[in-house]
């Protein structure tokens, strides 16, 4: 149990609306000192913007940000993007096309004189494997290579935060995984904050120590990846992580029961309440609830298989031995991969 | 996901900049529009602040409809020959190709009125020609140099290469698809060009036109030896010949109209043409292997238009000259100061546009006070500047006299001239995504430090491009220079000017020539580099 450090970036109920229409509101998310911090939601819904604000590329209209505990946006203060210390790895990589390998990542360090430079740039170069390619052109190196070089930049000035803005996602499949773990143990040798941007959940989880989710401007939720991912406080919090069933359901005496079986309803009072179940919370069971099986799809790593049961539909994933639609199944719920939500945000 | 990755750029640039105050950047921008404003605000002060009417209804309309119809006529040729050039030259491919590619653009470093001394005395009626022909073939030719088609036949000699510039970066540039298309609905290959190619390229057929009759609109000194009087020539003599500033602010006024129509025209063309530019497809175009007579009378045809707008008149002004016996230190004292002058308004002019590159994201209107300036003749920017001038004559002591004169010129150059510059440089600054500045400033440089270690250095190759522009323009600039140069302050274009009007035209050669041989490197070195430059680069 390490003690709780202050953040080093601190978002206060930051908005930010343009031409009237709101893209960011109330959005407050906290960043620590080595921790890897996701920020995961669809396009368009001010993740992006929320990122720019931090990094002082864009004002906020509302709210506060400190940084290392110095106010750095309020209303009355605006300390520009120079003067942040914080590093910033754009979508587009943004690497300087007039100036070598090298020389980009020794950019932003000319408080040191010539010699302490080079050998600083070339530090983190040996760092992400790019020794080798100090002295290129950034056009002429493949796109994980670029990637590196951009996040060796943007760490070199020693930034106390770091804001990465879908830095994968102009890498494909394979190529983006490999680049991804590369970076990561990158990452973690700084002690800088990250906070990472992107729309994939499944790179999210990966790569977060924290998950920040956010839609149509609002933060939804934060914690850890498991905690988001099993414990998810909306329906749209958990749809941002991947496939949920939510499904009517009742409680009472502290259980849970819905048209695909039963399971522990926690701290939940009685009364109706909606189960979310994730495509894995659902199993065979010789003795569950019998369901139609109306659909098999091959998923690769899984069969999806879509089930009805008391006029609801779910969707199972299925490791072998698929049934047939048409077939009757019997079913069950594994009860650490279900939540119950509250009616109220399940319809959000 | 060229696709999506675009749209983001385009999001981001949209978005509004940090500061809500200008900063030192915008404040330089500023600065750059006020030097272009500053004439043309006087222009109309000076028209405004003289007697009702310096000039007569009558001689300002006689004036007006000179300019227009020598506007019409340029354009109608310049349209005609730019286009066939451009359109050989592209889809064709025929003995000297290569060479034409580029050269066709060199009469661009002939200034207008040394190819109106060398055709006007080549087809003078008292001329050698003109008696050999009446001798030999016993016929002579049914043409006066020394009128308005005249005129307007020298000047399109002279700036047909703007419509085949325009024109030929259409050409490159257009779809194959919708000419292939054209075909396969059923149209011969001529009908193709004039259904679909044509009428494709047509927004840069308006803007290279738009060009050509800004600088007809814009030219004293081949009008003037012709004995065309446009309101430019006008503006001109009212000011030297009946020293009425306002007389000829007056003349300046319908000219400065006209210059806003043929921006409004050249700009609305460039929106067309940037819409289609994003539709190419990275298909090679059909290029046609033209064999026997069509191949030679391509050659022929483009060896022509060399021959007519550089050539022919260069090599008549040498032979004339060698006739002579030049007045060599005041020849080579004007060389020395056109050389000075062309240098300094290429630092001043890049400078102040520079400053409009990268500070003028929320100043649209400083970029467009500097297009009105381009499209704007020389010598209505220099009556312009007399306002101003008087101003400052008055606070400076008499012994910095001419040292403030020659800032007054550099000042002409630049309103006149910014424009031309921006735009090379807007195009080398395209290559720095808005994000690339925001790494700068995340890197700890200030908006200044950004603009000057990112946007600076990756543009660096295209402030060459526009100080040649500007060079090459200074060099062979008449009106502005006659007006507001101080005393006895001489350029070649001045003295040619002068032998000129003395009727000593061998001496005018001489100078001219100069022009010529100053301006032809770099118009070499910037149209082979165009030749050379594919769509989209």
């Known amino acids: 149990m390490t003690l709780p450090r202050s953040p080093v970036i601190a978002a206060s109920a930051v908005s930010k609306r343009y031409a009237g229409a709101p893209a960011v509101q109330e959005a407050s998310l906290a960043l620590r000192a080595g921790r890897i911090t996701c920020l995961l939601g669809p396009s368009g819904c001010g993740k992006t913007t929320l990122l720019r604000i931090i990094a002082g590329l864009e004002r906020a209209d509302e709210g506060e940000i400190r940084a290392e505990n110095r106010i750095i946006e309020a209303r009355n203060v605006f300390v520009p993007p120079e003067a942040r210390r914080i590093g910033f790895v754009f979508q587009d990589l943004a690497l300087f096309p007039h100036l070598s390998v090298l020389n980009n990542v020794a950019f932003g360090l000319r408080a040191l004189g010539r010699e302490e430079r080079r050998s600083r740039a070339m530090t983190l170069l040996e760092r992400f494997h790019l020794a080798d390619r100090a002295d290129a052109w950034p056009h002429s190196l493949s796109g994980g290579e670029q990637q590196r070089v951009a996040i060796a930049r943007a760490l070199a000035p020693g930034p106390a935060a770091l804001l990465l803005d879908e830095p994968f996602s102009g890498l494909d499949g394979d190529l983006r995984a490999q680049v991804r773990d590369f970076v990561l143990s990158g990452l973690r040798e700084s002690a800088a904050a990250v906070l990472v941007v992107t729309h994939d959940p499944e790179e999210a989880m990966l790569l977060g120590d924290e998950l920040v989710l956010m839609a149509r401007g609002r933060i939804v939720q934060s914690g850890t990846p498991e905690e988001c991912y099993f414990r998810p406080r909306s329906a749209a919090a958990a749809r941002l992580l991947g496939r949920a069933n939510l499904v009517p359901a009742m409680v009472t005496g502290g259980v849970a029961s819905c048209a695909f079986g039963m399971f522990p309803a926690g701290g939940f009072g009685n009364g109706p309440a909606v189960a979310m179940l994730r495509p894995d919370a659902l199993q065979l069971e010789p003795c569950g609830i019998a369901a139609e099986v109306i659909d098999v799809r091959f998923g690769g790593s899984h069969y999806e298989v879509r089930l009805r049961a008391q006029g609801q539909e779910a969707v199972m994933h299925l490791g072998k031995e698929p049934p047939t639609p048409g077939e009757e199944v019997r079913i069950g719920i594994e009860p650490s991969r279900a939540a119950l939500l509250p009616q109220e945000v399940a319809a959000d | ?537």
Request: overall charge positive; charged content about 10%.
């Open chain 2, 1 to 537: 996901m060229a696709l999506s990755s675009g749209a983001a750029t385009a999001i981001l640039s949209r978005r509004r900049p940090v500061a809500r105050n200008l900063s030192g950047l915008q404040w330089l921008a500023l600065l750059a529009a006020l030097v272009a404003a500053l004439p043309l605000s006087g222009i109309v002060v000076t028209a405004l602040s003289g007697p009702g009417a310096a000039i007569p209804l009558h001689d300002l309309l006689r004036y007006a409809w000179t300019s227009a119809w020598l506007a019409v006529l340029v354009g109608f040729i310049t349209a005609t020959l730019g286009t066939t050039a451009a359109w050989i030259v592209v889809m064709q491919r025929f003995p000297g190709h290569s060479f034409f590619c580029w050269a066709l653009a060199l009469p661009l470093a002939a200034p207008a009125f040394a190819l109106a001394y060398a055709y006007a005395d080549l087809f003078d009626p008292a001329g050698d020609l003109r008696l050999w022909m009446r001798g030999s073939l016993g016929f002579d030719l049914p043409f006066e140099i020394r009128s308005i088609g005249g005129a307007a036949l020298v000047l399109s000699c002279a700036f047909y290469p703007y419509v085949y510039l325009a024109m030929r970066a259409a050409f490159l540039g257009q779809s194959v698809s919708a000419l292939e298309s054209a075909r396969m609905l059923g149209c011969s290959p001529r009908q193709t060009f004039f259904r679909a190619a044509l009428p494709l390229a047509r927004p840069a057929l308006a803007a290279g036109v738009a060009l050509a009759v800004m600088e007809t609109l814009a030219d004293y000194g081949a009008a003037q030896f012709l004995a065309v009087q446009t309101l430019t020539t006008g503006v001109v003599r009212s000011w030297s010949v009946f020293g009425s500033p306002a007389g000829a602010a007056q003349l300046a006024v319908p000219l400065l109209g006209a210059a806003a129509l043929l921006l409004w025209v050249e700009r609305s063309a460039r929106r067309g043409r940037s819409h289609d530019a994003a539709q190419i497809q990275p298909r090679p175009l059909a290029i046609e292997q033209l064999h026997g007579a069509r191949a030679a009378g391509a050659t022929m045809f483009c060896g022509l238009l060399l021959t007519l707008g550089l050539l022919l008149p260069a090599g008549w002004l040498l032979a004339s000259a060698l006739a002579h016996s030049p007045d060599l230190p005041r020849l080579a004292q004007a060389a020395l100061n056109s050389l000075s002058m062309g240098a300094a308004g290429a630092l001043v002019t890049t400078g102040l546009a520079l400053a409009l590159a990268l500070g003028a994201a929320r100043l649209p209107l400083a970029v467009r006070i500097a297009s009105l300036g381009y499209a704007t003749p020389g010598a209505a920017i220099a009556i312009g500047l007399l306002v101003p001038a008087a101003l400052v004559w008055r606070i400076v002591p008499a012994g910095a006299a001419f040292w403030v004169g020659l800032c007054l010129l550099v000042c002409a150059y630049a309103a006149r001239l910014m424009a031309a510059a921006l735009e090379p440089i807007d195009a080398g600054m395209a290559r720095v995504t808005p994000s690339m500045i925001w790494a700068g400033r995340t890197l700890g440089r200030s908006e200044m430090g950004a603009a000057f270690f990112v946007q600076v250095p990756i543009a660096r190759a295209s402030l060459l491009t526009a100080g040649l522009i500007v060079f090459i323009d200074v060099l062979k600039e008449l009106p502005a220079t006659l007006i507001l140069r101080p005393f006895n302050f001489d350029t070649l274009a001045v003295i040619a000017n002068n032998y000129a009007l003395d009727e000593r035209l061998g001496q005018a050669g001489l100078p001219s020539l100069l022009i010529i041989l100053l301006a032809l490197p770099p118009t070499i070195w910037l149209s082979r580099k165009i030749a050379a430059a594919r769509p989209g680069t």
